[in-house]
């Protein structure tokens, strides 16, 4: 599926100015409303399509991560991966602060952050820096990981149907090809927290 995805987005903006998508600017501006350079610290989601978009493919992770690349691919929507069991308490969204600790995914060294950057973190441990930017090695996904956790960022305003549909897919993708349990939730202002039992 992944592969297929891959080709059909060659193809599909291989002329395109990622940047310049309307679902791609949802980001951006976003991400300047949060003081983040979207040019510096492009979303997750504008980095993938800029790489497929110059024919360099995508790295083959693992089956979960390519189902959730195939997905985020299809929908144009930035889409986490989180290993649960590694989890010493709740995912958050928040604003960092000062002694936050991010470990960069492949490696080892640390980076401590200041106050004020958008990020998912699990207590002062950070799973994902600039919002939608890098994940950490910490959560990784790996081919032991049993319960995960995907999250998919969007605006009820802009592109709210995408963001459902690829939850919906993603859901309906994992329980047919793993057999596994799923469990679906919506968070937004007026509802801050899913409850994962």
Not at 79 to 107: M, Y
Not at 121 to 143: A, L, P, Y
């Amino acid at each position: 599926m992944l592969i297929e995805r891959i080709k059909e987005s060659e193809e599909k903006f291989k002329d395109t100015k990622i940047k310049e998508l309307e679902a791609i600017s949802y980001y951006r501006d976003a991400f300047k409303k949060l003081d983040i350079n979207p040019n510096k610290f492009m979303s997750s989601i504008e980095a993938m399509l800029t790489r497929v978009s110059k024919n360099k493919g995508l790295p083959d992770i693992s089956p979960i991560v390519d189902i959730g690349n195939t997905v985020s691919l299809k929908y144009i929507v930035p889409l986490g991966a989180h290993d649960i069991e590694t989890l010493d308490g709740d995912i958050n969204v928040r604003l960092s602060k000062c002694g936050d600790i991010f470990i960069p995914l492949g490696c080892e060294e640390s980076e401590v952050l200041g106050e004020g950057e958008l990020i998912y973190s699990v207590g002062d441990r950070v799973r994902t820096r600039r919002w939608i930017w890098r994940q950490s090695e910490q959560g990784k996904i790996t081919n032991k990981s049993k319960n995960i956790f995907f999250p998919i960022d969007g605006f009820s305003d802009k592109n709210y149907d995408s963001i459902i549909e690829a939850r919906d897919e993603l859901a309906c993708l994992l329980k047919e090809i793993f057999s596994c349990e799923i469990k679906i939730g919506f968070v937004d202002k007026n509802k801050t927290e899913f409850k994962i039992d």
